[in-house]
């Protein structure tokens, strides 16, 4: 029973984590829509969903690995997991 439990705590902040990722792209795809622009050209490509996803995925293990028991830290997590990919792409380029 304790086994199971904590799995279903690492699913939840897996999955916290995940959304806590992605939800800046929500907040850009919330804007384009208040302003009535048309959606970023990033928004139709395949490419870029699936590289977000991988991130996503990244944040939610993340949050996993930090061992959070809080829901609004594995969000805060997540949300952080883009900026450390940027700031560690940028510092490995050639």
């Given at each position: ?75 805060q997590i997540g949300a952080s997991a883009p900026l450390?990919?940027?700031?560690s792409s940028k510092r490995y380029k050639a």
């Amino acid at each position: 029973m304790l086994e199971c439990r904590l799995r279903l705590v690492e699913i939840l902040t897996f999955v916290c984590g995940f959304l806590g990722s992605i939800v800046g792209e929500v907040f850009a795809m919330d804007e384009s829509f208040r302003k009535e622009e048309p959606l970023s050209p990033r928004f139709h490509k395949l490419g870029f969903w699936l590289v977000r996803i991988v991130i996503a995925g990244f944040g939610g293990a993340l949050a996993v690995l930090y061992r959070v028991q809080n829901p609004i830290a594995a969000l805060q997590i997540g949300a952080s997991a883009p900026l450390i990919y940027m700031g560690s792409s940028k510092r490995y380029k050639a």
